[in-house]
């Protein structure tokens, strides 16, 4: 069996998991981003990111943010970042329905490798939201996660849509107003990107995403598009190409 229908073989049969699912509380979701990176130099990297969310089978807003990033290279293959979101969340839930608004701030540790023909990915992040406007007292519980995600890609000689698969664990964090501790969900994504230099990285992918460890869990069936472009530092790039002459 080719490379091709194998993964061709592994689409259909998460997305017959997902349409033929017995939970009752499960949604389908799409999620539309487009981000901007600006490479300064082999260390450094600045993001901005900006995401819109659809809930209620894709037919209604349920989000959207506009996220800051940095990452710096320690070594080869490991990597820092810190990132801040501002959310404005849709609740159409309820006697008091609108829209609110949270911070969320996060910091990563990354690590990368290739095996064969395997590029293999590990993150582990510490994230922490609170809304904004509304005071510990009001009923503001900080929600804090510890997040693990492990992700590879197989480089499929001769063919640019090379097959991408993740999973990701979350781990709630108690804080002084809340108790609630321990793994409450997790997530598994499959897609491909196509990258070109001049246009960017288009990704789509199929994503899985479940609670665990609470009653009536919610399942989400997501549809996630991405879109980023890559601006690396030209000042850098002449010099290089100067030592060169």
Known sequence: MNNKKLILILLIG????????????????????????????????????????????ASTIDGYFTQLGVRYNLVK???????YRYIRKNDNKGAKQGYDSYNRYQFDLLYGHKISRFIMKYRLRYNTRNEIGVSKAEGDIPKNFTRFKAATRYNIKGWKF?????????????????????????????GTSYTTKKIGKIGVYYRLEKEINTENPRTDNILRIKYSYTIKNKKKNNKKKKKKK
């Not at 349409?19 to 979701?29: A, L, V």
């Not at 293959?77 to 990132?83: A, N, P």
């Not at 002084?176 to 969900?185: C, D, K």
Request: aromatic content about 16%; overall charge negative.
């Open 77 to 83: 293959g490991l990597t820092v970042g810190v990132g």
């Open 14 to 57: 998460l997305f017959a998991n997902a349409g033929f699912s017995q939970t009752e509380n499960k949604d389908f979701s799409a999620w539309f981003s487009a981000q901007l990176n600006y490479k300064l130099n082999k260390k450094w990297t600045f993001s901005l990111q900006e995401q819109l969310r659809l809930k209620e089978n």
């Open 162 to 190: 090379d097959p991408e698969l993740s999973s990701e664990i979350f781990y709630r964090l108690g804080s002084e107003i809340s108790s609630e501790n321990g793994f409450n969900g997790y997530r598994v994504t499959f």
